[in-house]
């Protein structure tokens, strides 16, 4: 399972601020003001999780599954036609081009650290002309996905299948439950 460790790293810090400040509303405002303040840092906990934590991609023996911020994407590994990580980890099929939410490309920081040997041992597939896009790095999370699912490619005969593009409609509910609740309390 890949996911964002920056995005987990900025869900936990946003989850600590909203703790202190539900213990600082607490302390201003009472128990009264405190079912507001837990209900409003429920609801932005809850965005932060699904946009940041929530999202990864899955590489198992014969699919990959996008668990994206409103869908989830089953790919049989026999339908991937092409793999690209120039923005984020693309997977293109027949079907069309599916986007990782959480397997982005790194930043100019992470190309300029990079060391030749990062690229050394990639499956033949990650090299353009005979370089390495920063994307394809394994020390990234498009690259760590990237070589995942290219090492299992390589291997061959793989079940190509139907993409199942599923609504992550729990979350949603969840989420625009705790929206209307907000609203309605602050309101």
């Not at 339908?79 to 100019?108: C, H, M, Y």
Request: glycine residues 8%.
């Amino acid at each position: 399972k890949f996911q964002s460790r920056f995005g987990k790293y900025l869900t936990i810090t946003f989850g600590g601020i909203l703790l202190l400040a539900l213990a600082l509303s607490s302390i201003e405002f009472g128990s009264a003001g405190l079912l507001e303040s837990t209900l409003v840092a429920s609801w932005l906990w809850f965005s932060c999780y699904l946009l940041l934590w929530r999202p990864s991609v899955v590489v198992s023996e014969s699919t990959v599954v996008f668990n994206n911020v409103l869908h989830r994407i089953e790919i049989p590994l026999g339908n991937i036609q092409r793999i690209d990580t120039k923005w984020a980890l693309e997977v293109t099929t027949e079907q069309g081009k599916f986007v990782s939410f959480s397997a982005v490309a790194p930043g100019r920081h992470s190309t300029f650290t990079a060391s030749r040997d990062d690229g050394s041992f990639l499956p033949e597939t990650s090299y353009v002309a005979g370089t390495v896009r920063p994307g394809d790095l394994v020390t990234s999370d498009s690259g760590a996905a990237a070589y995942e699912i290219r090492r299992r490619l390589e291997i061959g005969n793989l079940p190509v299948g139907k993409i199942r593009k599923t609504l992550n409609t729990k979350s949603l509910i969840l989420w625009l439950v705790l929206a209307v609740a907000v609203l309605v309390l602050l309101f």
